[in-house]
């Protein structure tokens, strides 16, 4: 698999309400919005985040609904998931943290996981 990356303008500080609009349209937000995964159902970047598309502008859907649902991300900081699916686009899922703690992480859980839904029970592992 030698993928060619695509050029992806992501931008964070302008989320509509169009966008938001767009994002939560393609998720879906289970009973117990806190611990289950939010699946997303749109279309997903070649290494599988979810994705949307306004104005000509790429958008991912975490990184939207953390906005939304959190508040900003200081620039230069990525979000990093709680629960290795790729598919969840849960805010309650994610935490801000630096491209070291984000490979730190990675390398202490071993390697990504690509379940198509990971199991709600013991995957909070935030402190
Ligand atoms: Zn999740």
């Given at each position: 698999?030698?993928?060619?990356?695509?050029?992806?303008?992501?931008?964070?500080?302008?989320?509509?309400?169009?966008v938001?609009?767009?994002?939560?349209?393609?998720?879906?937000?289970?009973?117990?919005?806190?611990?289950?995964?939010?699946?997303?159902?749109?279309?997903?970047?070649?290494?599988?985040?979810?994705?949307?598309?306004?104005?000509?502008?790429?958008f991912?859907?975490?990184?939207v609904?953390?906005?939304?649902?959190?508040?900003?991300?200081?620039?230069?900081?990525?979000?990093?998931?709680?629960?290795?699916?790729?598919?969840?686009?849960?805010?309650?899922?994610?935490?801000?943290?630096?491209?070291?703690?984000?490979?730190?992480?990675?390398?202490?859980?071993?390697?990504?996981?690509?379940?198509?839904?990971?199991?709600?029970?013991?995957?909070?592992?935030?402190?």
């Open positions: 698999m030698d993928e060619e990356e695509p050029e992806i303008e992501v931008v964070v500080y302008e989320i509509t309400p169009k938001i609009t767009r994002v939560l349209g393609k998720t879906v937000i289970p009973d117990d919005e806190e611990h289950e995964c939010w699946e997303w159902q749109g279309s997903r970047t070649y290494d599988g985040y979810g994705h949307v598309s306004v104005g000509g502008k790429l991912l859907a975490h990184r609904l953390y906005v939304v649902y959190k508040g900003e991300i200081p620039s230069g900081l990525v979000l990093l998931h709680s629960c290795d699916n790729r598919k969840c686009v849960s805010p309650h899922h994610l935490r801000v943290g630096t491209q070291a703690e984000n490979l730190q992480d990675m390398h202490n859980k071993g390697r990504w996981r690509r379940k198509p839904h990971a199991q709600s029970k013991g995957t909070a592992r935030d402190a």
